[in-house]
């Protein structure tokens, strides 16, 4: 089904991640917590990895819900973080070479986070942080985790704002893909482009910009969009003639599937 005929028959959560990246929940466990919310169309966006995708859409169609096979591509814009979304994605050499070289690139720089901790005298190892990722991917929250789990700060935000987060002493920088690049590794595996939680950018000037290129919509609804957030996305979509879509960005337990702004 088109991504706008989805958006116009409601129930839907078109952001959720798993334990392929850094969700807490395995790909079929999702599926059923969607099924349990009344959802019946759902898409699989884990970070830059597809491995999720083939065990939700098993269980999707057991549980008789649509799941669209998904990614969130990291991607680098004049400074920022600019993730996007893509949907029905098929399988393409090319992007599962990319994925690859960013999922090595993923795992050395764990490896290179681990050893700041240790140098600033908090010793955490591999085997700690490996016991929080349930998949093949190791990502940024694992590691606080373990850091959490040995004492070293009272829960994974205070890592993050303290020495995880861009500019603080254990941070590293992933690899990362420009949007332009990023757009055309999903359309070219026959997907949809849609810029994701246009606020975390905290720049409207930048979202403008990126409109402008060959994006095919705009994640308009999410956990941390305002109503006046919606209806400002909402009149840029409308202005550079995008796609609407919405998704609870869902990780784990503090966030709830289904919920984002969007009244079924």
């Not at 839907?12 to 999702?30: K, M, N, Q, R, W």
């Not at 649509?66 to 994605?89: F, M, N, Q």
């Not at 940024?140 to 987060?165: C, M, S, W």
Request: net charge negative; charged share 30%.
């Amino acid at each position: 089904m088109e991504i706008k005929n989805i958006i116009e028959n409601g129930c839907f959560d078109l952001h959720l991640h798993t334990t392929a990246s850094d969700g807490s929940f395995p790909p079929s466990e999702v599926v059923k917590m969607a099924a349990q919310k009344g959802i019946t169309t759902i898409a699989i966006t884990d970070h830059d990895t597809t491995d999720g995708i083939n065990e939700a859409l098993e269980v999707g169609r057991k549980l008789k819900i649509t799941v669209i096979p998904g990614i969130e591509l990291s991607t680098k814009y004049k400074g920022r973080t600019i993730d996007i979304l893509g949907y029905h994605i098929h399988e393409s050499k090319e992007l599962s070479d990319v994925l690859q070289k960013m999922r090595d690139h993923r795992y050395n720089r764990s490896q290179l986070i681990v050893n700041k901790f240790c140098e600033l005298g908090m010793t955490i190892t591999s085997e700690d942080v490996q016991k929080y990722s349930k998949g093949d991917v190791i990502a940024r929250p694992h590691i606080a985790k373990a850091v959490v789990d040995r004492g070293y700060a009272k829960n994974t935000q205070e890592v993050f704002d303290l020495y995880l987060g861009d500019g603080k002493p254990c941070a590293v920088d992933k690899m990362v893909l420009s949007p332009e690049e990023g757009i055309r590794l999903i359309h070219n595996a026959g997907g949809t482009a849609v810029l994701a939680h246009p606020l975390l950018i905290q720049d409207d000037s930048i979202v403008e910009e990126l409109m402008q290129l060959s994006f095919d919509g705009i994640e308009v609804w999410h956990r941390k969009h305002r109503n006046e957030d919606i209806i400002k996305y909402k009149s840029l979509a409308k202005k550079y003639k995008k796609l609407i879509t919405g998704g609870s960005d869902f990780h784990n337990e503090d966030h709830t599937i289904g919920e984002f702004g969007f009244e079924f």
